[in-house]
């Protein structure tokens, strides 16, 4: 397998792992244009958290057309198209843990007190800080979704 296919791979899976964060700022399209409920609340406990990465065929397939070209460079006749397959396999699993490695999150749990006595916990991308007694903002969907921001 010429060297300039592997890279050219490895610049996609790069690439990939690059993706947007879930963050309180940044917004999907699918997220713009929908009303959010906005409410105020106290932070009352903050603790780490880690968002799992994306699994997607990218990594799969990637990692084993790696693999199997790998593979094929090891014996000759059949045992080179029997490597193949096995590298093609191997490298499929590694490259489906490579991509949910490099496309995982650092994330705060935030644990909030809003008015009326109702807590709630969000668990988001790690792009701002918060201090336990810090006054914020919560957006709230009706499906479920929220965000943390500044007051």
Same mark, same amino acid.
């Given at each position: 397998m010429p060297v300039r296919n592997i890279l050219m791979l490895a610049a996609v899976l790069a690439a990939a792992a690059c993706a947007t964060p879930s963050s309180g700022r940044i917004y999907s399209r699918s997220e713009s244009r +929908?009303?959010?409920? +906005?409410k105020y609340g106290e932070v009352v406990d903050v603790d780490d958290a880690v968002i799992e990465g994306r699994r997607s065929a990218l990594g799969r397939i990637g990692g084993g057309y790696i693999g199997y070209q790998a593979g094929r460079t090891v014996g #000759? @006749?059949?045992?080179r198209a029997v490597a193949g $397959? !096995?590298? $093609? !396999? $191997?490298g499929s699993i590694a490259g489906s843990a490579l991509e949910e490695r490099a496309t995982r999150e650092q994330a705060?749990?935030? /644990? +909030?007190?809003? #008015? @009326?006595?109702? /807590?709630i916990s969000i668990v988001q991308a790690r792009d701002q800080s918060f201090a336990v007694g810090e006054r914020v903002r919560v957006y709230m969907r009706r499906d479920g979704a929220a965000r943390v921001a500044k007051a």
């Open positions: +929908v009303a959010w409920d +906005v #000759g @006749g059949s045992g $397959a !096995v590298g $093609a !396999v $191997a705060w749990q935030f /644990t +909030v007190e809003l #008015g @009326g006595g109702r /807590t």
